[in-house]
């Protein structure tokens, strides 16, 4: 009896404890990090510019100060019907840049002279607003412009006179998250900023 106690506590000894698994971080602590990284452009949006803009157009009523109400960033691919791999490629590279898993945009009818189909997938796009959106925006001024080889600015004809502005980037090395090594040929996108503004004019004074 003895002997068998002696044995199953031997056998027990030799079982290796359990490692603990690190916890992930919590999506709460991932929001917080990307508050925090955003937090200096929302505040001179929300409390700056716009008081800024009421000063200058006279406001009475806050609500109608102008606001960015989000940023889309599309990017059309027309050679995903030869090439269904750079729809994958494009979602990886799209949502790296933006933080936020795009989505894959369908052709609405078909082209026969672009061997398009109905429901094809012909893009991504991704939608941001609120903590995501300021933080592209600041990364667009303080990181991308200045990566832009010659750049001299945005053009004044990208607003398009009901308060929102569009405008092309030619390839995606200009963000940080993009690793040359990864990428098989240069892709470009367009960025649409959504403001409530009324006017080209309250457009600017808020950009």
């Avoid at 094809?120 to 903590?131: H, I, M, Q, S, Y």
């Avoid at 929102?164 to 993009?178: C, H, M, R």
């Amino acid at each position: 009896m003895a002997a068998k106690e002696t044995t199953k506590k031997a056998t027990t000894a030799a079982v290796p404890a359990k490692k603990e698994k690190a916890p992930a971080k919590s999506k709460v602590l991932a929001k917080r990090e990307l508050t925090s990284f955003s937090d200096a452009y929302r505040v001179k949006y929300e409390d700056d510019v716009r008081k800024g803009l009421q000063k200058h157009f006279g406001y009475t009523n806050v609500m109608r100060i102008p606001r960015i109400a989000k940023i889309t960033i599309n990017r059309g691919i027309g050679e995903a019907t030869e090439n269904p791999k750079v729809i994958d490629s494009s979602v990886e590279e799209i949502g790296l840049i933006s933080g936020q898993k795009p989505i894959v945009t369908l052709a609405k009818k078909s082209i026969a002279t672009f061997k398009i189909r109905k429901n094809a997938p012909v893009g991504v796009a991704v939608t941001l607003r609120g903590v995501r959106m300021y933080a592209f925006l600041e990364k667009l001024v303080t990181v991308v412009f200045e990566r832009i080889r010659d750049f001299k600015g945005l053009s004044p004809k990208s607003f398009d006179g009901r308060g929102n502005f569009t405008f092309a980037l030619k390839e995606q090395l200009v963000f940080p998250e993009i690793s040359y090594d990864k990428v098989d040929k240069a892709r470009g996108m367009s960025i649409t900023i959504t403001t409530t503004a009324q006017t080209d004019e309250e457009c600017k004074a808020l950009l």
